[in-house]
Each structure stands twice: as structure tokens, then as C-alpha cells.
């Protein structure tokens, strides 16, 4: 007969228990102190950060940033942060990058004389579990803001959380059901992951999915984040590799993507016509990711 013992609880596991034992006693002092402690243990930082929020407790995110700081369990862009050797607070650097984004948006439409403040329909697509969502809504109320995305419980977490509407979108373009027309069609860093067979494909109808007189708004890794990389280019000025961040979407549907600029332009040039680009910017968003904004007539 062997016998069996449970493994001992992690740091984290433990200042989580005695966290939840203070809250249970109505010590809330305490508890933010001992929680807190906890938000800094990668392995329950999550479970820790959402007590912390919940309970309205000192040291809240959602009370410094007047904001809906709730964050999925199964968001992978703040996975990203959490595994990432460089961010040594993956709470606070997930929730600024979103911030962070939205001061460059703001920097792109106004470079068009197209306030984002006056955009009455915007569309995240590619929107993720709201890294950047949250602030959009901040910016302009959840009734002016739709979503999409492939993961279905990305688009849940989005309504459920931040009060927007939302629709599934789809491996291949073209079975994309589209509820309407939007004044804004923001798509951040899905071009940096499409292969080549549906890149100009995705820019097709993504482009007929803009009201007329709107705006698309899209970035690609451009030449600075290749040779950061160290990756070559094709001919054309294209690479891809079969590997990315997400957990939730096949590698040879959303890898990670390298193009030039003179592949974006004339990607552009022979799917909508190369009038339609009205602004570009090199490494904007991120400093590494080149943006490119077109205007339906």
C-alpha cells in the first residue's frame, strides 16, 4: 500500500487563504495588505487581483483608473505579460498597454481630422478579452462600441463585462456575418499574424465592413520589428511563421507575420484601390507595429 500527501501550498496559495479568511471576518484592512502580497505571486496573481477588485478593497485598480479592471483567466494577451521576463508588474503593465493604445488611436484619427471622441460606431475586431476594450468604453460608452472576434469566449467576456455588443467572427474571411457598417473599424495586430492566402482577403472585407466616409484603421510588423527579430523577407516583403502568443487559434491561421511597406501598399493597390490610404505611420503602435489608416468614400 502507498499512501499519498497533498504537495504544500505556494506562497501565493497560502497569503490567497489567509486573504480570504480576513475578508470572511470583515477585516478588510487586513485583507488588501495580505492580498496584495498576493497580487505579486504569478501563480495566483489573477485569483488575487480579482478579490482585490470585487471587494473594493485598497489598492484596487478599478478605483486609480475609473475603469472596468477585470481581467479573463483566459486572456492570453495577459499571459504574454504574466511569462514575460521584462514586465515586472503584469497587473499594471496589461492595464497601461491598453491605455497606451488608446493614446495612439486618438494620435492616428487626429492626424485625419476624424476625432475618435466624434466617432459615433466603432468596431474592435480582432478585440481579444478586452485589454483594450475596457478603455474604449471608458472613452466613449459601450453603446458606440462593438466587438468581434474568434474565440467565443472572448466575445462573451466583452459583453458580460463592459456592456458592449459583439459578434463571433471566423477562421476564413468571407464567413464573417456582419450586423452592420461602422464609422471605425479598428483592427490591432491582426495583420501581424495572417498567412499570406487570407491577408488580402481579411483587408477585402474588413474594408467593405466601414460606413461610407469612415475610416479603417490596421497595423502590420513592419521592417523596424523584422530586423529586431532578426527575419528576412521574401522578395514580395512577407514572412510568416507558424507560432504566436494565443493558446486558443491554429498556428497556420494566426502565426506571426513580418511585412514591408511596399507589400502593405500594394496589398492595398489591388484589393481596395491605393486613394483609399489617407494616413500611414511607421512603428506607431508599440513603437514597432507600422499603421495604416484608409477612408471609404
Not at 530586423?227 to 491554429?250: K, Q
Request: charged fraction near 20%; glycine fraction near 6%; proline fraction near 4%.
Amino acid at each position: 500500500m502507498t499512501s499519498t500527501s497533498e504537495s504544500p501550498l505556494t506562497l501565493g496559495q497560502q497569503l490567497l487563504q489567509e486573504g480570504r479568511e480576513l475578508l470572511s471576518r470583515g477585516d478588510r484592512v487586513a485583507a488588501a495588505q495580505v492580498l496584495a502580497r498576493a497580487r505579486n505571486e504569478r501563480d495566483v496573481v489573477l485569483t488575487a487581483h480579482a478579490l482585490i477588485e470585487t471587494n473594493d478593497l485598497v489598492g484596487s485598480f478599478t478605483n486609480v483608473m475609473g475603469l472596468d479592471c477585470t481581467i479573463s483567466e483566459q486572456d492570453d494577451i495577459f499571459g504574454f505579460f504574466r511569462g514575460h521576463h521584462s514586465s515586472l508588474n503584469p497587473l499594471r503593465d496589461y492595464l497601461a498597454d491598453g491605455w497606451r493604445t488608446l493614446s495612439e488611436l486618438m494620435l492616428l484619427l487626429e492626424a485625419v481630422d476624424q476625432p475618435l471622441l466624434k466617432t459615433q460606431r466603432v468596431l474592435e475586431f480582432a478585440s481579444g478579452h478586452g485589454r483594450f476594450t475596457r478603455h474604449l468604453v471608458k472613452a466613449l460608452g459601450p453603446a458606440r462600441v462593438e466587438v468581434s472576434d474568434v474565440v467565443p469566449s472572448a466575445i462573451s467576456f466583452s459583453r458580460e463585462t463592459f456592456g458592449v455588443n459583439g459578434f463571433l467572427s471566423a477562421s476564413m474571411p468571407e464567413a464573417v456575418q456582419w450586423p452592420g457598417r461602422y464609422d471605425l473599424v479598428f483592427v490591432l495586430s491582426l495583420f501581424s499574424h495572417l498567412p499570406r492566402s487570407t491577408w488580402s482577403r481579411w483587408l477585402k472585407v474588413l474594408y467593405e465592413s466601414v460606413a461610407p466616409g469612415g475610416l479603417l484603421v490596421f497595423s502590420t510588423h513592419g521592417t523596424k520589428a523584422a530586423d529586431f527579430d532578426h527575419v528576412t523577407l521574401d522578395p514580395e516583403g512577407y514572412f510568416f511563421a507558424a507560432s504566436s502568443e494565443s493558446t486558443a487559434i491554429d498556428e497556420q491561421e494566426y502565426g506571426t507575420t513580418f511585412t514591408s511597406e511596399a507589400f502593405v501598399l500594394a496589398r492595398i493597390a489591388e484589393t481596395v484601390g491605393a486613394d483609399r490610404l489617407v494616413h500611414k505611420a511607421p512603428v506607431h503602435f508599440w513603437n514597432h507595429q507600422d499603421a495604416y489608416v484608409l477612408r471609404r468614400p
